[in-house]
Each structure stands twice: as structure tokens, then as C-alpha cells.
């Protein structure tokens, strides 16, 4: 079963950091797009940063030049440092990736569990 799990969250003080991980497991054949999406009680979900396949990144206004997207192709696992953290980034985080699993042999997309992130003033 084709899965992502995520890990690394949990309670720091503003301007503190966290890193977090997103590792995909299963039969995978390939993996193009992986994302960090972030969802605070009240509000919508929003995407944080983005990165391909190629390592080309993208990331929100509100996170840039404090987090840094990062992936390892060989062990199809994405991370996020977050540094300089804000109580405005407490929310539960979600690692989102484009994978083709062996099984269904068709790209979708996928969705980790969420890991909680809480910055206190």
C-alpha cells in the first residue's frame, strides 16, 4: 500500500526551528512533485512550498526565507527546515506528492496524515 508518513513536528518557541519529514513507502515506481500544505484551526488549507523532481522549489510568501524545501530522490522522502518560526505558523502540516505506484501504474495524488506544529509566543 502506497503511503506517506510524516514526522518531526511538536512544540517550539517563536523564533525557534523544526524540521519535518514526509518519507513515501510502497511499491513506487516514480515520484514527480512533492509539496508542504499547512491548515490552522478556522482556515483553509494553503500550500507552503513546492518542489519537483528537478529540485526546482517554490514557496509561499509568508515562509520565504525562513523554510527551505528539500527532497532525497533515492529515498523518496521530503523535508521542510523550518527556521525563525512564528506563532502565525502554528497549524498541522501535510506533505503532498504526485506518485506512479506499481499497482495502478497511473500517477494521483497523495496526501500524509498531518503532523502538528505549535509555536508559542
Known amino acids: 500500500q502506497v503511503r506517506l508518513v510524516e514526522s518531526g513536528g511538536g512544540s517550539v518557541q517563536a523564533g525557534g526551528s523544526l524540521r519535518l519529514s514526509c518519507a513515501a513507502s510502497g511499491s513506487i515506481l516514480k515520484v514527480n512533485a512533492m509539496a508542504w500544505y499547512r491548515q490552522a484551526p478556522g482556515k483553509q488549507r494553503e500550500l507552503v512550498a513546492t518542489?519537483?523532481?528537478?529540485?526546482?522549489?517554490n514557496y509561499a510568501d509568508s515562509v520565504k526565507g525562513r523554510f527551505t524545501i528539500s527532497r532525497d530522490n533515492a529515498k523518496n522522502t521530503v523535508y521542510l527546515q523550518m527556521t525563525s518560526l512564528r506563532p502565525e505558523d502554528t497549524a498541522v502540516y501535510y506533505c503532498?506528492?504526485?506518485?506512479?505506484?506499481?499497482?495502478?501504474?497511473?500517477?494521483?495524488?497523495?496526501w500524509g496524515q498531518g503532523t502538528q506544529v505549535t509555536v508559542s509566543s
Open positions: 518542489i519537483t523532481s528537478g529540485a526546482i522549489t
Open positions: 503532498n506528492a504526485d506518485l506512479l505506484p506499481l499497482r495502478t501504474m497511473t500517477f494521483d495524488t497523495y
